[in-house]
């Protein structure tokens, strides 16, 4: 049974799951940028911050785990459906964990985004849900 063609929401989300892929995370491995917390590398792991060649792997992990998920979505394989799923779960739990650890209510806005980048991956791949069969 041949699948149907990919919805234009799968593929705006490809698009941007590519372009954070590369603009941000290969960007901040190869050149990472500095902040205001730490100097050098700086990454999160389920809401925890790590530096050092820990944040370098972890930027190394995120890069291989976007292309999978793009790469999944652009297919519409069945576990890309799940491996988006559990994308979302992970940005709500990461958020959530660093917003209880280190309390940067200055800084909410970005957690406030983190929320809208997991609802937006949900508004393009729930509809379409029946597609990753």
Known sequence: MAKSARPLSITILVVLI?????????????????REYTQGPASAVFGLRVTGWSA?????????VA?????GLWTLQPWGWAFAMMTVGYILLSTT??????QEFHRIGFAF???VVAN???LCTFPHREKFQ
């Open 120 to 122: 937006i991956v949900m």
């Open 18 to 34: 590519l372009f954070y892929a590369v603009f941000v995370v290969a960007w901040d491995l190869v050149s990472p940028f500095e």
């Open 97 to 102: 964990v660093w917003v209880t650890v280190y």
């Open 67 to 71: 292309l999978r998920l793009a790469y």
């Open 56 to 64: 370098q792997m972890m930027h190394g992990l995120q890069l291989l």
């Open 113 to 115: 985004l983190n929320v």
